[in-house]
C-alpha cells in the first residue's frame, strides 16, 4: 500500500514523498509539493498496479513512436505486398510524431495532425488528398497502434479507437471510350520510355492491379500457355491473367533482350531490384492524348467496362478481376442493360414456357 513521508528541506520547503509496495511488484514511489497530490498519485497508482495498468503505462513512456514504427518495419513490413505505400505513410507520422512517447500520441494529437493533412495539399501532386488516401495513412498509424498493445504489450489500448476514418464516396468509374483508347495507346506508343507502352497495355488487356502488373516477374510467365500467374493477390486467392496476342508477341520480343541482373518484367534502370516508376511518361502520355481526370487504376475499370459491355456476367466480372465478393463489380452492372435485358427475357420465356404446358 501507499506510504507517505513528509520531508522538510534546509530552506524550510516541505515536499511529500509516496512509497507505494505492493507483493509482487517493484516498489514504485514520486515526491509531490502537496500532501493532496501525493495522495491522488499514491491512490491512482496503487489502482493501477492492482488492476494491471500501471505497467503499460510506464511502457508506453518508455517507448517513443519512431521506436514502434521502426520495430514495425523491422518484422511487419516486409512481408507487405504494398509496402511502399505503407513505407512512405510511415515516414510522414515518423516525422511528424516520431519523438514523442507512446503514452503522448494521443487521439487529440493524431486528429490536429490528419486534420493538416487534409488541409495540406500534397507536395506530389498539388492537390487535396481524398479521403481514401487519408484513410491510408490513418491505417499505417493503426497498424503500428495495434502491433504496440497486442503484441508487444507497449500500450494498454490504442489511440486509433478514437481517430475515426474518413467517408469515403461511392467508387467512381471513369473507363476510356473508344477514341480515347485509341489515343493513349498511340501516345504510349510514341513516348521516348520503352516501358510504357507493354506496360498500359498489359494493364489495359488483363484488368490487372497495379502492383500485379508492374511487380510481375519473368518467373510468372508462361509463353507457351499465354499467362502471367498471380501467386499472391490482394484477397490472398491465386489467379492467372490471360495474355492477348499483341501482349504475347512483345513478351516473346521482350525476353529475347531482358536483363540477367534481375527477375522483375519492368525492372527500374536505377535499382533492378525494383520495379520502374512510370509516374511522369504516363502523365505525359495522358497529357499528349488529350485525356482528363484518368488514373492508373481506370486501365482495369476500361477493362471491366468492357468486359460488363460485351455481356460479362457478374461472377465472370468477379473472377477476372480477382474478386471474391459480387460488391465490388456491382458498379459495372449498369454498363451491361442488354445483357441483362437477355437474361430477364430467357427467364420470363422459360417461366411462361412452363406455365403453358
Not at 513512456?61 to 505505400?85: C, D, F, N, S, V
Request: net charge positive; glycine share 6%; with cysteine.
Amino acid at each position: 500500500m501507499a506510504a507517505i513521508e513528509k520531508r522538510t528541506a534546509s530552506d524550510g520547503s516541505t515536499s511529500y514523498r509516496v512509497k507505494i509496495r505492493l507483493r509482487g511488484h517493484p516498489v514504485e514511489s514520486a515526491t509531490f509539493a502537496s500532501l493532496s497530490k501525493a495522495k491522488l498519485w499514491g491512490q491512482a497508482t496503487e489502482s493501477a498496479i492492482r488492476e494491471g495498468r500501471y505497467f503499460q503505462t510506464v511502457e508506453a513512456k518508455r517507448h517513443t513512436l519512431a521506436e514502434a514504427i521502426e520495430r514495425y518495419e523491422r518484422e511487419k513490413l516486409q512481408g507487405m505486398r504494398a509496402k511502399g505505400a505503407r513505407k512512405q505513410h510511415l515516414d510522414y507520422w515518423k516525422a511528424e510524431l516520431g519523438t514523442l512517447s507512446l503514452a503522448d500520441v494521443t487521439p487529440a494529437v493524431i486528429k490536429e495532425r490528419m486534420t493538416r493533412l487534409a488541409d495540406e495539399p500534397s507536395e506530389r501532386t498539388g492537390r487535396n488528398r481524398s479521403a481514401s488516401t487519408l484513410n491510408h495513412y490513418r491505417q499505417a498509424l493503426a497498424s503500428v497502434m495495434t502491433e504496440a498493445v497486442k503484441d508487444w504489450e507497449w500500450l494498454e489500448a490504442s489511440p486509433m479507437v478514437k481517430v475515426g476514418k474518413k467517408a469515403e464516396p461511392r467508387g467512381r468509374v471513369r473507363y476510356l471510350s473508344d477514341d480515347e483508347r485509341e489515343r493513349l495507346l498511340s501516345a504510349c506508343k510514341e513516348s521516348a520510355n520503352d516501358d510504357l507502352y507493354l506496360a498500359v497495355l498489359l494493364a489495359l488487356t488483363t484488368g490487372g492491379r497495379q502492383a500485379e502488373t508492374m511487380g510481375a516477374s519473368w518467373s510468372q510467365i508462361d509463353l507457351n500457355r499465354a499467362t502471367l500467374q498471380l501467386e499472391e493477390t490482394k484477397n490472398g486467392s491465386r489467379r492467372a491473367l490471360h495474355l492477348t496476342a499483341p501482349v504475347l508477341d512483345m513478351l516473346k520480343e521482350r525476353a529475347k533482350v531482358r536483363r540477367i541482373d534481375t527477375g522483375l518484367l519492368f525492372p527500374s534502370r536505377v535499382n533492378p531490384k525494383q520495379p520502374v516508376d512510370l509516374r511522369t511518361p504516363w502523365e505525359n502520355a495522358l497529357k499528349a492524348a488529350g485525356i482528363e481526370g484518368f488514373h492508373w487504376h481506370d486501365l482495369r475499370h476500361t477493362f471491366a467496362s468492357m468486359a460488363a459491355m460485351n455481356g460479362a456476367s457478374l461472377p465472370e466480372l468477379a473472377a477476372l478481376l480477382g474478386h471474391k465478393t459480387l460488391a465490388m463489380v456491382q458498379r459495372y452492372a449498369h454498363l451491361s442493360p442488354q445483357h441483362t435485358a437477355s437474361l430477364a427475357e430467357r427467364v420470363a420465356s422459360k417461366m411462361m414456357g412452363g406455365g403453358a404446358a
